[in-house]
C-alpha cells in the first residue's frame, strides 16, 4: 500500500497539463481528520485538488516626462467688423433778451438788438453871438463899467458868467449816421422753455378772437414753438 501511493502522486503529476511561465499551481489537501491546507506541493495524504492560477504582474513602468506639455492653443471667437454710427446732436437754439433806448424789454433769436443806423449830430459855432447847444444863446449885454469883458448867461441856465467877445452862436447840424444796437444777453435753457411755452399760451387765446388772416399767422407760429419744444424742452 505504501508503493501504491507514490505511483499515484506521479501518475497524477503525469496527468496534470503543464504550467505556463506566468500561471502558479495550488495544492488543496484535506486530511481525514477534515483539516484543509493550500500548498505548492502534492498532498502526502487525504484528498487533494488541484488550482492553477494566474500569477499577479506587476503593471509596466510609468514613463514621466521632465518636460511640459504645451497649452492647448485658445480659441480666440472670430472677430465681427465693428459698426461705426455718427450721431449728430443739435444743440438747443439760444433764445436773448434785449432792452431798447427807451427801456423796452423783447426776446430775439440773436443777440443782433436791433440795429439800426441813427443820424449823428454835431454843434457848429458861428461868431458874434452867445455859445449854444441846440439853439443860440443871448446875446451878451453891455460891458460893467471896470470888468473889460461882456457878460451872458449859459445855456440851460445858471449865473451869469463872463464871455470872451469873440465867441459866437452854435447851431446842431447832421454830421453822418451811426450804427447802434440794443443790449442782449442770453437766457438759460429753462428760462427758454418757460417763455416758449408762455408764447405757446398766448396764441392760443387770441386764436379764438382773431381774424381769419391772423390766424393763419399765428397756426405758423403755434407750429414753430411746438417743433421747438419738442427737440429742446421734450415736448
Known amino acids: 500500500m505504501a508503493l501504491l501511493r507514490p ?26 481528520n477534515g483539516a484543509v491546507a493550500l500548498q505548492d506541493k502534492p498532498c502526502t495524504a487525504g484528498r487533494q485538488q488541484v488550482r492553477d492560477l494566474q500569477r499577479p504582474r506587476d503593471p509596466p513602468p510609468r514613463v514621466v516626462s ?32 434785449c432792452v431798447s433806448e427807451d427801456g423796452d424789454r423783447y426776446t430775439s433769436d440773436n443777440n443782433e ?29 453891455p460891458r460893467p463899467a471896470g470888468s473889460g469883458s461882456t457878460i451872458g448867461t449859459p445855456i440851460g441856465g445858471g449865473p451869469p ?25 442770453a437766457l438759460p435753457p429753462q428760462e427758454v422753455c418757460a417763455r416758449l411755452r408762455d408764447r405757446r399760451w398766448e396764441l392760443d387765446r387770441r386764436y379764438n378772437s382773431a381774424l381769419q388772416s391772423e390766424r393763419t399767422a399765428i397756426s405758423k407760429e403755434q407750429r414753430g414753438i411746438d417743433a421747438r419744444l419738442a427737440q429742446d424742452c421734450g415736448g
Not at 19 to 30: E, H, W
Not at 116 to 136: I, N
Not at 164 to 181: E, F, M
Request: charged share 15%; glycine share 8%; hydrophobic share 35%.
Open 7 to 32: 505511483t499515484l502522486s506521479l501518475a497524477l503529476l503525469l496527468s496534470l497539463p503543464a504550467l505556463a511561465a506566468d500561471d502558479v499551481r495550488v495544492y488543496r489537501c484535506v486530511g481525514s
Open 66 to 97: 521632465t518636460e511640459a506639455a504645451p497649452p492647448a492653443p485658445v480659441q480666440t471667437p472670430p472677430m465681427r467688423e465693428r459698426e461705426v454710427r455718427h450721431v449728430y446732436i443739435q444743440p438747443p437754439q439760444p433764445m436773448y433778451e
Open 113 to 141: 438788438g436791433n440795429p439800426r443806423w441813427v443820424p449823428l449830430w454835431t454843434t457848429v459855432w458861428y461868431p458874434h453871438g452867445h455859445p449854444g447847444g441846440a439853439y443860440p444863446g443871448p446875446h451878451p449885454g
Open 161 to 185: 458868467v463872463y464871455r470872451p467877445p469873440s465867441v459866437g452862436v452854435g447851431v446842431n447840424v447832421p454830421a453822418g449816421n451811426i450804427l447802434v444796437r440794443d443790449t442782449c444777453h
